[in-house]
């Protein structure tokens, strides 16, 4: 009884509660993704459509990092921070996500035509460039940092030599993406908030030498 009287109960319900509320806020700013999700009858075959149409996450992703670091700091008021963040850094979160974009489906094109044929041995190489793609841009939104040379290149050098913290952030990402696909309700109402809280977790580490 003494454990139990000891416990944060304020703290744990007011953290999840905030991430109740940074889900409904992410559903909200991702709905022009979602609701072509749920239209779509086969989205794997209209992949690049799809991975276009994902720009619209990179404004949410970085509004859900502003809200995980006010949150750190102990400012509880996650909704109005997200709002807030989403709307100041809008046109840069909309860059790196576009620019992401549309190198994946470059190279992810390139892998389809090069996979079974005489060019097969390069399919590995370009496996590889999509994932540092989707890690230097992780990195990207996590530091808040605007899209130019000289940051996506250290972002990019600095996914490399922590590999295994853009591995595992791929990882989670990949989980979340599929789950979302798989199992709607939970996918989009209860994963969100702890998987991207871990992503940012790793991407605040791994981006310290730009801070």
């Given at each position: 009884?003494?454990?139990?009287?000891?416990l944060?109960?304020?703290?744990?319900?007011?953290?999840?509660?905030?991430?109740?509320?940074?889900?409904?806020?992410?559903?909200?700013?991702?709905?022009?993704?979602?609701?072509?999700?749920?239209?779509?009858?086969?989205?794997?075959?209209?992949?690049?459509f799809?991975?276009?149409?994902?720009?619209?996450?990179?404004?949410?992703?970085?509004a859900?990092?502003?809200?995980f670091?006010?949150?750190?700091e102990?400012?509880?008021?996650?909704?109005?921070?997200?709002w807030?963040?989403?709307?100041?850094?809008?046109?840069?979160?909309?860059?790196?996500?576009?620019?992401?974009?549309?190198?994946?489906?470059v190279?992810?094109?390139?892998?389809?035509?090069?996979?079974?044929?005489?060019?097969?041995?390069?399919?590995?190489?370009?496996?590889?460039?999509?994932?540092?793609?989707?890690?230097?841009?992780?990195?990207?939104?996590?530091?808040?940092?605007?899209?130019?040379?000289?940051?996506?290149?250290?972002?990019?050098?600095?996914?490399?030599r922590?590999?295994?913290?853009?591995?595992?952030?791929?990882?989670?990402?990949g989980?979340?993406?599929a789950?979302?696909?798989?199992?709607?309700a939970?996918?989009?109402?209860?994963?969100?908030?702890?998987?991207?809280?871990?992503?940012?977790?790793?991407?605040?580490?791994?981006?310290?030498?730009?801070?």
């Amino acid at each position: 009884m003494r454990l139990l009287a000891r416990l944060p109960y304020d703290t744990v319900f007011g953290t999840v509660y905030a991430g109740l509320k940074i889900n409904l806020c992410l559903v909200a700013a991702c709905l022009p993704l979602l609701a072509a999700l749920a239209v779509s009858g086969s989205p794997l075959s209209a992949w690049p459509f799809f991975t276009a149409l994902a720009v619209v996450c990179g404004p949410a992703a970085a509004a859900a990092f502003a809200a995980f670091r006010a949150l750190s700091e102990g400012d509880h008021h996650v909704g109005r921070t997200f709002w807030a963040a989403y709307r100041s850094s809008f046109g840069r979160a909309l860059a790196v996500a576009a620019a992401a974009a549309a190198a994946v489906i470059v190279l992810a094109a390139d892998f389809q035509l090069a996979l079974g044929g005489p060019f097969g041995a390069v399919t590995p190489m370009l496996a590889l460039l999509i994932g540092l793609v989707a890690a230097t841009a992780t990195a990207l939104l996590a530091a808040a940092a605007k899209l130019t040379w000289k940051t996506t290149l250290a972002c990019a050098y600095l996914s490399i030599r922590y590999w295994y913290l853009s591995l595992v952030n791929l990882a989670i990402l990949g989980i979340l993406a599929a789950a979302i696909v798989a199992r709607p309700a939970i996918g989009l109402f209860l994963l969100p908030a702890p998987a991207l809280y871990a992503v940012w977790a790793n991407a605040r580490h791994l981006t310290t030498a730009l801070r």
